[in-house]
């Protein structure tokens, strides 16, 4: 059994995004792993303030719900980050929750690939929900993703769910009208596989 967080970084309490997260856990639970869903809009997080206290040993100087998610995101097994797409990418409450892994690094004397500290997260994935499905819909929020979460952070990226088409932004949820409910919950359910359908240990 493996331990998944899931942040959820805005959306609407009941949203496409919401359910999307609903789903993609239960497929999770029924492969017999330990999920836990945090929001943003619950448990708020501000951007960094680039002082550089966490540079010098000191603990963040914010005091806010990012010093409860630390020990969770230290722990994970999987990093799961949920968003309906603002203007082309992330939401801003997510944005802020991956710029404070900068109080998460670690001094690395031997960086892979240029970095020159380490953070504590194995795994990511990302969840994402649109109204618009076109083939570039997602393409900003994706990038952002690769290069701050796998590239630089490190993470092993264990793919990406975005569904696209999910009604108008004025209008109710729409994703249950859609397939993308039951194709989250099967990803889910696999995201913790290698690619010979065996569970990571």
Partial sequence: MKHILVVRGGGRPHGNTAQLVDAFAEGAREAGHDVEIVSLAQSRVNGCL?????????????????????????????????????????????????????????????????????????????????????????????????????????????????AGGCGDTNGRPRIAETDHLRRAREFGRSVLLDDEGEALR
């Fill in 50 to 162: 680039g002082c550089n206290a966490c540079r010098y040993g000191k603990p963040c100087v914010q005091r806010d719900a990012f010093n409860e998610l630390a020990p969770k995101v230290r722990s994970a097994d999987l990093l799961a980050l949920a968003s309906p797409l603002y203007f082309w990418t992330i939401s801003s409450q997510l944005k802020a929750f991956i710029e404070r892994f900068y109080c998460l690094a670690e001094e690395d004397p031997h960086p892979p690939l240029g970095r020159y500290e380490r953070y504590p997260v194995h795994s990511s994935a990302l969840l994402m929900t649109s109204a618009d499905d076109y083939f570039w819909t997602f393409d900003q929020a994706v990038s952002y993703y690769r290069f701050t979460m796998v590239n630089y952070i490190g993470c092993r990226d264990r793919g990406t769910y975005l």
